[in-house]
């Protein structure tokens, strides 16, 4: 017969075995604050899932007693999905139940369902996408005659969004809107005067956005000692992913659900704090051994991804930061090859010597093979944000090297391209309808939809096209002539100043920058999209395609191309 203890053994060998011994110190300490530094590619998930089933396995803590929280849900139920799959294997599926692994958010949405009351609030509260979000701060603008034509809605909602992430009530927020948030001065006092209406209007609305989950659960805590202390008996392990990018509302609500005995770990990387300007205060991390004194700290710098001379390179680049806990990333996966380090002048230039390297070696002889050596799918380019991706994508297209965008779409299919492009398209090709069907009520303009389906139903009969039926609109359908005549004197205007230009690339890009204006797209953007930060990114990429505009010396290139065009 196996005895309990060996049975223990066995299970904790087989809970423990796969990992090295930095991530089985981190899983063994489990009383007390521990801070978990875990480098990149040092295999963090699998130290919490291991963590979270060692002490349902072995410490047999109730699974309902522990509380994991991350950032996404899909980082979340990846960790879940790991937990339940430990623990089933070693201690059975039932061992599982009542485990709570979520988002921030998701957690809060579950206090304030039972316990909204306590702050004012009924618990069906409904809770505002972004979209009513923006709307809702739009509304509000117009009452207290803030013009939200000179005034961005979804830039002012963002701001306050940022407030409450810093756990400022709106009689708080002064300091923030004026100085941190480095608003100029209107949109600081219009922040400021709409953040105490729109908290006013949330409450009447029995209504919160998604800051107020986080911020009406800090609330709901420190008002009602009974309720605090409910989570904190129920919750005795605290487990925190990502933890360098709480803010300072997720900070104050992992005190709050603190119990006395302090178990709470958190997982992070300093060095991947990257989300200042959301809210996220790296001092949470770096000063956690004060925050929580006695904190063990265990660091994670076995890589299991790159090989050493990539990680000494990243070292020598990260060491040089002021403000950061002591580490160094290693590998035991070979040096691997030298790094290259090219600097160009611009990113034009980069792209073209990116593009010119992968054809050289795709096409390099290697072992008497006169044809193309490697396939294009060896390669990879990595690059930091969308914009970038169009000079790449032109540079690897003159080169007919084929390549798949992925996690984004290619540049020239983006939607604000794609629209910005059809307005230059009908400057020189007036006859290409579907271009202007595309873009007649963008930005909108006050065309119905009776109005188009007349003016496509006229199109059709006479064969005149799009534009020139639009021209008819007064007798048509008079009560949009006026939306008719503002597009078509709009694309006049810049067909004119187009034909005017100087042909120098200089001239042309600063056209193109003018257009956007003129046509509207920045304050487009902004309108649809709720979430400033998208809104931003995609006028990075229109803003990027007036900058391309003339630039491009092609012929060189074609004529490398047609001499050696790659196989695939």
């Not at 060998?13 to 521990?34: F, K």
């Not at 007693?65 to 960790?79: D, Q, V």
């Not at 979520?102 to 009351?117: G, N």
């Not at 050289?360 to 294009?376: D, K, L, M, V």
């Amino acid at each position: 017969m196996t005895s309990p203890s060996s049975k223990a053994s066995a299970a904790s060998s087989g809970l423990l075995g796969r990992l090295n011994s930095r991530q089985r110190e981190a899983v063994l300490h489990t009383t007390g604050p521990l801070l978990i530094l875990a480098g990149a590619g040092s295999g963090k998930t699998s130290t919490m899932a291991h963590r979270i089933a060692h002490l349902i396995a072995e410490r047999k803590q109730p699974a309902s007693s522990i509380l994991g929280l991350s950032f996404t849900r899909k980082a979340a139920t990846e960790l879940k999905e790991r937990v339940r799959g430990l623990v089933t294997k070693n201690s059975g599926p039932k061992a599982a139940k009542g485990l709570l692994i979520s988002t921030f958010h998701s957690l809060c949405a579950r206090i304030l369902r039972e316990h909204a009351v306590a702050v004012g609030y009924a618990t069906n509260f409904s809770i505002l996408d972004a979209n009513d979000q923006v709307d809702l701060v739009r509304e509000l603008m117009r009452s207290i005659r803030i013009d939200d034509r000179k005034f961005d809605a979804a830039s002012i909602q963002f701001q306050i969004s940022q407030a409450k992430n810093r756990f400022l009530q709106p009689a708080e927020a002064e300091s923030y809107f004026f100085e941190t948030s480095r608003l100029p001065p209107d949109y600081a006092e219009a922040a400021f005067a709409i953040y105490p209406k729109y908290q006013e209007k949330l409450r009447l609305l029995n209504s919160m956005d998604f800051d107020d989950l986080l911020f009406q659960s800090v609330n709901v805590l420190e008002k009602r000692d009974d309720i605090r202390i409910g989570y904190q008996q129920k919750l005795r392990h605290l487990l925190v992913d990502e933890y360098q990018d709480t803010n300072p509302a997720q900070f104050r609500l992992l005190r709050r659900l603190l119990g006395p005995e302090r178990n709470i770990c958190v997982v992070g990387d300093d060095d991947q704090s990257i989300y200042a300007w959301r809210g996220a205060d790296s001092r949470h991390i770096l000063e956690f051994p004060e925050q929580f004194p006695g904190a063990k700290v265990v660091t994670l710098d076995q890589n299991y991804r790159s090989t050493s001379r990539i990680l000494e390179a990243a070292n020598g680049v990260i060491s040089q930061n002021r403000h950061r806990h002591p580490k160094r990333l290693w590998s035991d996966r070979g040096e691997g090859n030298l790094l290259e380090l090219v600097i160009t002048e611009e990113d034009r230039a980069e792209a073209e010597f990116v593009a010119q390297e992968i054809f050289r070696r795709a096409h390099e002889n290697r072992e008497g093979r006169e044809h193309q050596a490697r396939p294009w799918k060896d390669f990879a380019v990595l690059f930091r944000s969308n914009p970038q991706s169009r000079v790449f994508e032109e540079a690897l297209r003159l080169r007919q090297i084929p390549y798949q965008l992925v996690g984004a779409l290619s540049f020239l299919d983006r939607k604000e391209v794609k629209d910005t492009l059809c307005y230059w398209k009908l400057l020189v090709h007036p006859k290409d309808d579907a271009s202007a069907r595309r873009v007649v009520n963008w930005p909108p303009r006050g065309f119905g939809k009776t109005a188009l389906e007349t003016v496509h139903e006229a199109s059709v009969q006479s064969g005149d096209g799009f534009l020139a039926s639009l021209a008819g609109l007064p007798t048509l359908y008079p009560r949009a002539a006026g939306a008719g005549a503002a597009f078509t004197s709009l694309l006049d205007g810049l067909r004119l100043e187009l034909e005017g230009l100087e042909p120098t690339a200089i001239a042309l890009s600063g056209w193109a920058k003018r257009s956007l204006d003129r046509i509207g797209v920045r304050k487009a953007l902004f309108d649809e999209n709720a979430d400033p930060v998208v809104a931003a990114r995609k006028w990075d990429n229109d803003d990027e395609l007036a900058n391309s505009i003339g630039m491009l010396e092609v012929e060189e290139l074609r004529e490398e191309v047609r001499e050696r065009s790659p196989e695939e």
